[in-house]
């Protein structure tokens, strides 16, 4: 769990920072946590993040610690840039704004609900709640509303969101459970039927993908409307 994490500048040959515990970190947190960068983004050109399990770094442009977050969520990818705002989900699952300049957070309503995974799209943050549904809020407006009962696992991927809706039967032998993609430019939300055992849809130069989760070794290309499949890649070692 002590595993470090460093930041190079590959152009120069030189480490610029040693990521460590915050001083104001307990034994016991230091034993459930790790100082492996989990996350590096840009928030803008004056700010970097470092997330890491647990905690956040905010440095400047030499690489300095500005300020530290402390309670980050366990979902490390829970850190939101709009309009030059930065927001994260914390520890007990609420949606946090962050003041740049000293360090302060402040909570975002959303109307009491808990946050355990976003993702964000346009200004616009989809969210799934405690109760396991699909929301979405406009950072803009403030508008709240409801998008789809059960869904967890949310995968931002171009413009759709792929999401599970759980099947909670008591049937063991049968699992009922459905992948969907949430087109959101469209609102068109429906089960993806080219599933099967691939997860985890992606783009990349808006191509889309994803991984199969049983044998681990094999990539499939889909076509943009995801309706059908262009391509299967074995991947090697």
């Given at each position: 769990t002590f595993t470090q994490g460093y930041l190079y500048l590959c152009e120069e040959n030189k480490q610029v920072f040693k990521n460590v515990f915050p001083t104001d970190f307990t034994d016991e947190q230091k034993k459930s946590y790790t100082c492996s960068i989990g996350v590096l983004q840009a928030l803008d050109n004056d700010n970097l993040a470092v997330i890491c399990s647990?905690?956040?770094?905010?440095?400047?442009?030499?690489?300095?610690?500005?300020?530290?977050?402390?309670?980050?969520?366990?979902?490390?990818?829970?850190?939101?840039?709009?309009?030059?705002?930065?927001?994260?989900?914390?520890?007990?699952?609420?949606?946090?704004?962050?003041?740049?300049?000293?360090?302060?957070t402040s909570v975002v309503a959303l109307n009491s609900m808990k946050i355990t995974e976003g993702v964000l799209y346009d200004n616009t943050l989809w969210f799934s709640n405690e109760d396991q549904s699909l929301y979405s809020y406009n950072f803009k407006t403030g508008e709240v509303e409801e998008r789809a009962k059960n869904a967890v696992r949310l995968t931002l991927a171009g413009n759709y969101i792929e999401y599970l809706k759980p099947d909670y039967s008591a049937n063991e032998?049968?699992?009922?459970?459905?992948?969907?993609?949430?087109?959101?430019?469209?609102?068109?939300?429906?089960?993806?039927?080219?599933?099967?055992?691939?997860?985890?849809?992606?783009?990349?130069?808006?191509?889309?993908?994803?991984?199969?989760?049983?044998?681990?070794?094999?990539?499939?290309?889909?076509?943009?409307?995801?309706?059908?499949?262009?391509?299967?890649?074995?991947?090697?070692?």
């Open positions: 647990g905690f956040m770094y905010i440095l400047d442009v030499n690489f300095n610690i500005k300020f530290t977050i402390l309670d980050m969520g366990s979902y490390s990818g829970g850190i939101y840039i709009c309009d030059g705002e930065i927001y994260y989900i914390n520890n007990l699952y609420r949606l946090m704004k962050i003041d740049k300049e000293t360090g302060e032998d049968n699992d009922l459970s459905e992948i969907h993609l949430l087109n959101l430019e469209t609102g068109s939300d429906s089960k993806w039927e080219l599933t099967d055992s691939y997860i985890d849809l992606f783009s990349v130069d808006g191509n889309y993908y994803s991984y199969n989760s049983i044998t681990g070794n094999e990539l499939i290309q889909y076509s943009t409307d995801l309706s059908k499949v262009l391509n299967k890649y074995t991947l090697t070692d």
